[in-house]
């Protein structure tokens, strides 16, 4: 069974500097998707991006980054420039596709702070 | 941008009392799911529907469960007698080709 380990439960930033969040996961499959969901203190949860397996090249959205390491099983979040508004849970997910399911398994999140 | 809804946001029930959650894919998506998470724990998988059934479930998914999609808009979880441990966020996503997932907002359900 695939899982997601998050070792740190809790970061600080300040504003405008960067902070690497850390994940490593567990898996025999060679085909999947990895993925950085945000969840601010309203809950909701919104995708911050997204890594196919098959790509060599680490994903980017503007001020995220990630560092895909396959070989050794890690997927950390880099966020630079930090602002407030990035403050929240973090949670790593690993997903297998699948013909028709691919439910997401989740680590136990980073809690991040941006302080002014 | 096209967006998961879910209502109500919060619900407040009596221990055994049954509720329903209701949810509203992005309209072109073929794949659903609905996940749960218990105050400061992770986000745990609860059941997947594609082609109007179940695709698959997890443990915790067991016979007071159950889902359904009454029309071709809406997308509702039935907790048929609902304990203290039901307690949580309970999140629906969809994605359309079982790639990303897009969350809605989450209903708060607290059992009395």
């Known amino acids: 069974a695939q899982t997601v380990t998050q070792s740190q439960p809790e970061m600080s930033v300040q504003e405008a500097e960067t902070v690497t969040l850390s994940c490593t996961y567990d898996?025999?499959?060679?085909?999947?998707?990895l993925f950085w969901y945000k969840q601010p203190p309203s809950r909701q949860m919104i995708l911050v991006i997204r890594?196919?397996?098959?790509?060599?090249q680490n994903a980017t959205e503007n001020r995220f980054s990630v560092n895909f390491q396959k070989a050794a099983k890690s997927f950390s979040l880099k966020i630079s420039d930090s602002q407030l508004g990035d403050t929240a849970m973090y949670f790593c997910?690993?997903?297998?596709?699948?013909?028709?399911?691919?439910?997401?398994?989740f680590g136990t999140g980073t809690r991040l702070q941006v302080f002014p | 941008e096209p967006e998961v809804t879910q209502t109500p946001s919060h619900q407040v029930t009596q221990m055994g009392q049954e509720v329903i959650l209701r949810c509203v894919p992005i309209?072109?998506?073929?794949?659903f799911y609905w996940y749960r998470q218990i105050l400061g724990q992770k986000v745990e998988f609860l059941v997947s529907?594609?082609?109007?059934?179940?695709?698959?479930k997890s443990e915790i998914f067991d016979d007071q469960f159950s889902v359904e999609r009454p029309d071709g808009s809406n997308f509702t979880l039935k907790i048929r007698s609902t304990k203290l441990e039901d307690s949580a966020m309970y999140f629906c996503?969809?994605?359309?080709?079982?790639?990303?997932?897009?969350f809605g907002p989450g209903t708060r359900l607290l059992v009395l």
């Open positions: 997910a690993f997903m297998k596709p699948s013909f028709n399911t691919d439910k997401l398994i």
């Open positions: 309209s072109n998506h073929l794949y």
């Open positions: 996503a969809s994605s359309d080709m079982g790639e990303t997932q897009y």
């Open positions: 890594q196919e397996a098959y790509k060599q």
């Open positions: 529907f594609y082609n109007n059934e179940i695709s698959e």
């Open positions: 898996t025999s499959e060679s085909n999947y998707y």
